[in-house]
């Protein structure tokens, strides 16, 4: 499947998620990190938490439940999770986002 990025954001170092069908590019900043991030198949995301994260959704489905309350987001859609907030979710295959994430060091590079 053709990336939904193009240069310079694919000549960006991969970022280390352990999961399968999933594609990170990492821009890291010293107070944040921003990921532009693809899914080639379906996740299922246990409930964790973490400092406070801003998605922009680019393209398919990605189903969260923050705090209890649940919620689908589909392209052109935004998210927030506050920090600390526990959430979890399922993001569909075809998604891709951009997300923002309010610490320097949330993923390490590959």
């Known amino acids: 499947m053709p990336s939904v990025f193009s240069e310079p954001i694919t000549s960006l170092p991969v970022a280390h998620i352990p999961q399968p069908g999933v594609t990170a590019y990492l821009s890291q900043a010293d107070t944040h990190q921003l990921l532009f991030m693809e899914f080639g198949q379906d996740l299922e995301m246990p409930e964790h938490a973490h400092a406070a994260q801003v998605g922009f959704v680019l393209q398919g489905t990605i189903d969260l439940i923050v705090d209890g309350k649940a919620y689908r987001f ?31 060091s949330r993923y390490a590079v590959t």
């Open 74 to 104: 589909t392209k052109g859609d935004r998210y927030y999770i506050p920090a600390g907030s526990p959430h979890s979710g399922r993001i569909h295959a075809g998604y891709a986002d951009i997300s923002f994430f309010d610490e320097p």
